[in-house]
């Protein structure tokens, strides 16, 4: 009896509209979360909900309870390949379009409310019917500047809760209905009435007392903030709205017969060749197959000089060719490119929530309820102690809109999409907020030798040469020889020698020996190169000087390569794979930021403590002769030993221990499968960008916290005051979008790191 194939879970991203706060978010969270098979994360500063659904459930599903629960949602917008040209400044121009009608709202609010408050703050402006005035200018504050606070508070109460929202339009409304009863009804109409301006709560008869300037000047205050915020989120995503813009949108396809045909860059497929001219964007991934050029990868890695790239090497989309002209060999398009990759793990990052953002919105769900209940309790105390209902319901007005902890929504994911952006611009990915948690504990860092501290290629890195032999004569004669051979240390030799002395001749009676070397006719000169035992068979042995830079050579941990012709021993090569430039730069920021780096390698003790050495590592520190698929269990033991383990690795037999460890940074420049199990993405190949990316997280985890710290410390000093009757309610509404604005502002700071 077979077993029944369970069909992975889907996943879809909507559109969430009608959010005005935290509880909001929150409210959707738990409904979307509420139906069988469905896992969601709603996030109130992108105003996205990332859902992942079993096949009983379908997208219709998911946005019919959205929309039961008083919001709207809408289906996720096609890929960027099968979009509309236009699209982009389609989405600009929404996003425009949902700023106005707030910025309209808040020029009426501000423009009305700024009289009103004037009047009611300074007593020389009360002239005889001033509170008249001040009733015709506050109403279309209250009523149509306003009204987003009522519907929501209105959509809301339909369905049994309480946001934000709700605060805020009982709390506007009561202040301007207590005004139209004292106007109407009490003594406040009178001609002449006159009331000073405090920040302390005047006890006494309500009905001469009006509170206009409550109503208008939190609506104006509030408002602003809100506007500032809109304004802000949609700044703070902007670098990953420029990553995406970053692509080629027409490209040069070769066709059948060597035609050139320009078309969308959506209708390139995988296997097809297309042209780069000089000043173009390469319009995809892939493979160069003709020419030669410098290429300008900038505006992905961060890397300031061109690349040279030749035939067989490997392209990225969205790079500038700033050389000769190309034919490249698409190997990925659409979703599969390098920068819609980057693109979606920025998205995803910015879409996620670290735990301290998920106790925020526990405490945002529950905190509207307990306010709201919290200023009956107030607005009952003092009634019950005689203070009169003047005092009472301000007391009780001031509770509701100082109450309204929007700061706390807002402090973690505006921090979260500013680091996000600024790391991409940076080259850094951070892949979701949970990493940022991990790099606060991080304690050691394990770094594999190969491809992340040193090249990942052979390279000739030194020649010893006889007293009467010439280095110039050597490379010449031994790098026409090796450039024959396919070995990966011949091609070493080879291109280091074509870089010092420029064009080899072409060799004549080439013989590649197994296990041994190459031989042939180079010049007229009967050549050998390769290892001593070749040297050996022909009754040529190293005289002393080169024999004893051999031994040092292989005591180092290299490979030394031995050169002969015309019957004597002439030269002797050394061949590694060379460290990076940047590495032991790279290791002391790694220590300066509190972490012990250990060298991982498959290789033998001689080469890895050279190469820790060379960077700046301690022996004790080196562990070397590790098989790939043990590296895993090198890690195990080091979180074993109570260490929290942080991993860079470039490579396939890397990818389980950088998912085991518990922070993982892959090399861009390394294989999908590192780069999928990692938690950090270093487009770079520069291990000094780990170093960065660790400072961008903690410095992004440092700005959450303070954020969280001063919305709550906010609301904590500020409750009591307002129960007290120690605040006036417009300012408790000033200070309250202020809160919001300051989270917003400190949030921003973070695209300044570097």
């Known amino acids: 009896m077979s077993a029944q194939t369970v069909a992975p879970p889907a996943r879809v991203e909507l559109a969430i509209g009608g959010m005005t706060c935290a509880s909001c978010a929150a409210r959707i969270e738990k409904k979307l979360n509420r139906m069988d098979g469905v896992e969601a994360t709603v996030n109130y500063a992108t105003e996205k909900a ?85 009733l015709t200018l506050a109403a279309p504050v209250v009523t149509y500047a306003a009204w987003p606070f009522h519907k929501a508070a209105f959509t809301n109460a339909r369905h049994g809760a309480a946001t934000m ?27 002449g009435m006159t009331h000073p301006f405090e920040f302390t709560i005047a006890r006494g008869d309500g009905a001469g007392n009006i509170y206009l300037e409550a109503a208008a000047g939190v609506t104006a205050f509030i408002l602003a903030g809100r506007y500032f915020e809109a304004r802000s989120k949609r700044k703070a995503g902007a670098a990953l709205r420029a990553l995406l813009e970053l692509g080629a949108k027409d490209v040069t396809v070769v066709r059948d017969g060597g035609r050139a045909v320009t078309v969308p860059v959506s209708e390139l497929k995988v296997g097809e060749r ?83 953002q998920r106790l925020a919105d526990r405490i945002s769900a529950v905190f509207v309820p307990v306010v709201i209940a919290l200023a009956v309790a107030t607005l009952g105390f003092w009634l019950g102690n005689g203070s009169g209902l003047t005092a009472a319901f301000t007391a009780a007005v001031a509770v509701l809109i100082i109450a309204c902890p929007c700061a706390l929504g807002l402090a973690t994911p505006t921090a979260l999409m500013v680091g996000t952006g600024r790391g991409a611009q940076l080259g850094i990915l951070i892949k979701g907020p949970e990493v940022l948690e991990s790099t606060r504990k991080v304690d050691t860092i394990v770094l594999d030798k190969t491809g992340t501290v040193t090249t990942g290629r052979m390279t000739l890195l030194a020649t010893h040469v006889t007293a009467s032999t010439h280095e110039e004569e050597v490379l010449r004669l031994a790098g026409a020889l090796e450039h024959s051979s396919e070995h990966p240390i011949a091609r070493a030799v080879a291109d280091g020698a074509a870089g010092r002395v420029g064009a080899l001749p072409a060799p004549e009676d080439f013989a590649n020996i197994p296990g041994r070397g190459v031989q042939g006719v180079v010049d007229g000169h009967a050549v050998l190169v390769g290892r001593e035992a070749l ?66 390698t498959g290789d033998n003790e001689a080469v890895a403590r050279s190469v820790a050495a060379e960077v700046g590592i301690g022996a004790e520190d080196v562990i070397a002769e590790v098989l790939p698929q043990d590296k895993v269990d090198v890690v195990k033991r080091l979180q074993e030993e109570g260490r929290s383990v942080a991993m860079v690795g470039d490579g396939v037999n890397d990818a389980a221990a950088l998912a085991q460890a518990d922070l993982g940074l892959a090399m861009g420049t390394g294989t999908d499968a590192a780069i999928e199990a990692g938690d950090l993405t270093l487009v770079r190949g520069d291990l000094r960008v780990a170093a960065d990316a660790m400072r961008l997280a903690r410095r992004t985890l440092g700005t959450i916290r303070s954020n969280l710290f001063w919305a709550f410390a906010y609301n904590v000093a500020a409750l009591p005051l307002a129960a007290a009757g120690l605040l006036n309610p417009m300012i408790a509404g000033a200070a309250m979008a202020f809160s919001s604005v300051f989270v917003v502002g400190n949030s921003l700071r973070l695209r300044r790191f570097g």
């Open 50 to 134: 990332q859902v992942t659904y079993d096949g009983d459930v379908q997208v219709a599903d998911l946005i019919a309870t959205v929309e039961a629960t008083g919001y709207t949602a809408e289906e996720p917008a096609p890929p960027p390949e099968r979009r509309d040209p236009d699209a982009p400044e389609t989405a600009d121009a929404g996003a425009a379009d949902t700023l106005r009608p707030l910025r309209q709202r808040l020029i009426t609010a501000v423009v009305l409310a700024v009289p009103v408050i004037s009047m009611a703050m300074v007593p020389a402006l009360q002239f005889e019917y001033w509170q008249w005035l001040s």
């Open 165 to 191: 929202d709700t605060l805020i339009s009982v709390g506007t409304s009561a202040a301007f209905l207590w005004s139209l009863w004292a106007l109407f009804l009490g003594t406040a109409g009178e001609p």
């Open 274 to 356: 297309f042209l780069v001219r000089p000043g173009e964007k390469i319009a995809t991934d892939g493979t160069v197959v003709e020419g030669s050029s410098a290429v300008d990868a900038s505006m992905l890695t961060g890397e300031s000089l061109p690349v040279e790239v030749a035939v067989g090497d490997a392209v990225t989309g969205a790079t500038l060719n700033v050389g000769g002209r190309l034919v490249v060999e698409a190997t990925r398009v659409g979703a599969d490119t390098q920068l819609a990759r980057m693109a979606r793990l920025v998205e995803d990052a910015q879409n996620g929530k670290a735990a301290a």
């Open 535 to 600: 040297l050996a068979e022909w009754e040529i042995r190293l005289p002393e000087g080169l024999a004893r830079a051999k031994t040092d050579a292989e005591t180092a941990g290299r490979t030394a390569i031995c050169v002969a012709w015309d019957g004597e021993a002439r030269a002797v090569l050394e061949v590694a794979d060379a460290v990076k430039e940047t590495s032991a730069e790279a290791v002391r920021r790694l220590r300066s930021l509190g972490l012990r780096p250990v060298l991982l």
